[in-house]
């Protein structure tokens, strides 16, 4: 499984990318408005920081609706490093954007997904990445990681190559039931990432052993 983390704050990147278990990075446009990145220059200096941190993808979101501006964007995005992946919503001009591109060669992100037909359609168009919304579904009372297994299981039917990014993780469960149920990424945000490492038992143990080493090691 790989792991990506989802935030544009380069401290955190960095952070992640220092443990040696970080695969990835994805932002949206939120997520960079977070950080007062705004502007087209200041917006691709920070994709290229960003990429000069990991050598994974990255994925950078176009802002364009339509079908041309999300192919003018794709291509302008694609410049600025070969580690870029295009990330495009999940639209009706998104799916025939991201099929455009697979054809080119250019690794898509499709976002926004949230059915099993959405899905089933980005793998059709050739999407690298599809990104269900796990978190999200959660919060209006539907259930995430059910979408993650069905996309799963249609994938599978079919042997789509299209890897299963699960999106929108509120908390380290989230990440561990992607895993059992075979999502080939997860992105998070730093927090649930490192919330994996903790367990009570294990600081308990360690404070022991320490504290027995010292009983003869004064
Ligand atoms: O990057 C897309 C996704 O992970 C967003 O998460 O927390 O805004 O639902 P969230």
Request: glycine fraction near 6%; include cysteine; hydrophobic fraction near 45%.
């Amino acid at each position: 499984m790989k792991f990506f983390i989802d935030t544009a704050n380069l401290k955190e990147i960095e952070e992640a990318a220092s443990l040696g278990i970080l695969d990835g990075v994805t932002t949206n446009p939120s997520l960079m408005a977070k950080e007062g990145i705004g502007g087209k220059a200041m917006i691709f200096d920070h994709y290229k920081a960003i990429c000069d941190l990991v050598d994974g993808p990255v994925s950078a979101e176009v802002i364009s609706t339509d079908f041309d501006g999300m192919i003018r964007e794709a291509f302008e995005l694609r410049e600025i490093a070969d580690n870029i992946v295009v990330k495009i919503p999940m639209t009706h001009a998104g799916i025939k954007a991201i099929k455009y591109l697979s054809d080119h060669d250019i690794n898509t992100n499709c976002t926004l997904v949230f059915s099993q037909g959405q899905a089933l359609m980005a793998a059709k168009a050739g999407a690298t990445f599809v990104s269900p919304f796990i978190g999200r579904l959660d919060d209006i009372s539907s259930d995430g990681i059910q979408l993650i297994a069905d996309i799963r299981l249609i994938y599978d039917n079919y042997g789509f190559d299209t890897q299963i990014l699960a999106a929108s993780i509120r908390h380290p469960m989230h990440i561990i039931e992607s895993a059992k149920i075979g999502a080939d990424v997860v992105t998070s945000p730093l927090k649930p990432l490192l919330a994996l490492l903790n367990h009570p038992l294990t600081d308990k143990g360690l404070e022991k052993f320490l504290a027995d080493y010292r009983k003869n090691n004064p």
